[in-house]
């Protein structure tokens, strides 16, 4: 578990996977799909997992299954866009956690080694940190505990923590993981096919090397 001191008390650091859409335009849920021999919401889930975060939760709507290694979040308006899951999955982590590295399901090159550098700029101080991509904040997302409250009410529609970033963007860290990460996702069967080529090249060693 990835904890942080604060008096006598170590912290622990969850993991959240948005994982509920439909993915309308892939004409099918993103969670289910496999890449490389592995559903997008299990690998999302042992991303975070093996960057150091503990819980990890996934939020589910438009598919419910089971992912081991995460407890499952229903998301009942999950309809309504990203912004619901995101609200959800902050009201579901435990009292305890004092930061939080935000996953989308379907960006599979979004890697551990990016999810560590997140949680060591924390280690460092940070109370918000963001992975970059060419001078661009992206994903994954890691916030501290008291910024939730004004990331969840600026979370609205299909957008989640970029409102925030924004807003607030003199309080977040930018974190460079060009090297190691990327962010692009999966939107349309051409991209499936794309990230399947991919990651079935190079297998898990080129996502990771990324």
Same mark, same amino acid.
């Given at each position: 578990m990835t904890t942080r001191e604060h008096g006598a008390v170590r912290l622990p650091i969850a993991g959240l996977l948005l994982a509920a859409g439909r993915g309308s335009r892939l004409g099918r849920p993103k969670a289910t799909v496999e890449v490389a021999g592995e559903r997008l919401a299990d690998r999302g889930v042992r991303v975070l997992r093996e960057g150091g975060c503990v819980p990890v939760h996934v939020v589910l709507g438009a598919e419910s299954i089971a992912v081991e290694g995460a407890a499952e979040v229903n998301n009942p308006g999950w309809e309504s866009g990203m912004g619901s899951s995101l609200r959800r999955g902050l009201e579901a982590l435990p009292e305890e956690v004092? /930061?939080?590295?935000?996953a989308l399901a379907d960006q599979p090159l979004v890697t551990s =080694?990016?999810?560590k550098r997140l949680i060591a700029a924390y280690a460092d101080g940070a109370r918000a940190? /963001? /992975?970059?991509?060419s001078g661009n904040p992206r994903n994954p997302v890691l916030l501290g505990r008291e910024h939730w409250p004004t990331v969840h009410a600026l979370a609205e529609g299909d957008v989640g923590a970029r409102?925030?970033?924004? =807003?607030y963007s003199h309080l977040v860290t930018t974190v460079a993981c060009d090297d190691v990460a990327s962010p692009d996702d999966i939107d349309t069967p051409e991209d499936l096919e794309r990230m399947r080529s991919l990651l079935t090249l190079g297998g898990d060693g080129l996502a990771e090397a990324y």
């Open positions: 004092d /930061a939080v590295v935000i =080694a990016a999810v940190a /963001a /992975a970059t991509y409102p925030f970033l924004r =807003a």
